[in-house]
DNA sequence: CAGGCATATGCCTCTCGGAGTATATAACCT
DNA sequence: AGGTTATATACTCCGAGAGGCATATGCCTG
C-alpha cells in the first residue's frame, strides 16, 4: 500500500526530498550530501519514484532526480481543515473562552448525550 | 521515538485528528463515529496525546478530546520549502523551460560535477 | 457500597518495512 | 573487448508498531 503520509513518516526521505527541493541531485550527489549507503539511496527513490514524488531523467549513466510536487500538495490540502487552529493560537484568549462556555461556533455539530449524564 | 511524522502516517489517527478538527469529542464518539474498538481508539489517543497532538479534559467518567495544533503545524512549516513547486505546477510550460535550459533561479546551488562527463 | 459505564493498560502475535551486504545491469572510456 | 563508474535489485535479518482480547482503573448513581 505505502500511503502517501507513510512514504514522508522515513526520515531519510524526507532528508532526500529536502535536498531535491534546492535543486535535481544525482544519485551521487544525495548520496553524498547525507552520507548514507548508496542502495539506501536508490530504494528510498524507488519508493519516492513510485510514489511520485519524484521524477528522474537519464543523464549519461546517471540518473538525475526532481521534485513533483502532486502528493506533496495533497498532504498540504489534508491540513486544511486545520489551518484555522493557527489563527486561535495567536491569542490564547479565544481557546480559553471556547472551553468554558458552548463554542459558538455556528456549523460544529453538536454531540449527542450517549451516557445519561451531563 | 515517533515523529511527528510517523505518527500521522497512521490512518486511523488522521481519522481521529479530522474528527476532532470538527469539534471536541469524546473517546466514545469517536468510537463510534469511526467503528473502530475501544482499546484501538484510547491507545492512538495516547500517542496523539503524547506527541502533542491532542489534549484531554475531563467531564465526569468522560474524557474529551480536543486538537493542539502545534504538531501539525510543523508539518505545515516542513512543507514551505516546496511550495514553490505548486505555482510551477500551474502551467507545465515553466516546467519544461526549466528541464531545457539552465533554470534561472537565483539562489539554486549548482551541483559541482563529480565524475568527468556531462 | 455495589454495580455499571467510560476509558486506560497489559500482553501477545503478526506483519511490514528499513538496514546491510552482495550482486546485477547499464553506460561510458580507452 | 575489458575495465570502471553509476545505479538498481535481491535476499536476509531484525525491530517497531498495530490489532485483538482480557483486564484494570476510575467515576458516578442508586
Redesign the pocket.
Known amino acids: 500500500?505505502?500511503s502517501t503520509f507513510?512514504i514522508i513518516a522515513?526520515p531519510?526521505r524526507r532528508a532526500i526530498l529536502s535536498l531535491l527541493a534546492a535543486a535535481e541531485q544525482?544519485?551521487?550527489d544525495i548520496e553524498e550530501h547525507l552520507r548514507m549507503?548508496?542502495?539506501?539511496v536508490?530504494?528510498h527513490?524507488?519508493?519516492l519514484r513510485e510514489a511520485g514524488f519524484v521524477e528522474?531523467r537519464v543523464d549519461?549513466?546517471?540518473?538525475l532526480y526532481r521534485i513533483k510536487p502532486e502528493p506533496l500538495m495533497e498532504i498540504d490540502a489534508w491540513l486544511e481543515p486545520f489551518r484555522r487552529y493557527w489563527s486561535e493560537r495567536v491569542d490564547a484568549l479565544e481557546r480559553h473562552l471556547d472551553r468554558m462556555n458552548p463554542p459558538p461556533r455556528s456549523s460544529a455539530p453538536r454531540r449527542k448525550p450517549?451516557?445519561k449524564?451531563r
Chains 1, 2 share one sequence.
Open positions: 500500500m505505502e507513510s522515513e531519510n544525482s544519485v551521487g549507503p548508496q542502495p539506501s536508490s530504494k527513490l524507488r519508493v528522474s549519461a549513466q546517471r540518473r450517549k451516557g449524564k
